[in-house]
């Protein structure tokens, strides 16, 4: 199904218009001076179909497989906080 674009002036006159349409599975992007600045999806009940909505929309970008951990980077010693360290490298 193709996305939909309104303007922000058009969507609050026809914003009822705009949630039916969502909740019937239709994607809206919302445009400020022909700008997109905001998705309208319809809402998902279960974690998988709220990734699958993401994704179908471009908000992100994953294989599915499972994350593996990784170590920490750094470990701190001493008083200094992460703050610190950020702000000594940025100078």
Known sequence: MAERRIG?????AKLSEC???V???Q?????????AVARLIPDATSVRER???LKSAGGIQWSGRRLT???PVARLRGRRTVADLVSENRE
């Open 23 to 25: 909740r019937e599975g």
């Open 19 to 21: 949630v039916r349409e």
């Open 8 to 12: 922000i002036r058009e969507l609050k």
């Open 69 to 71: 951990r990784t170590k």
């Open 51 to 53: 990734l699958a909505a």
């Open 27 to 35: 994607t809206i992007v919302v445009t400020e001076r022909g700008r």
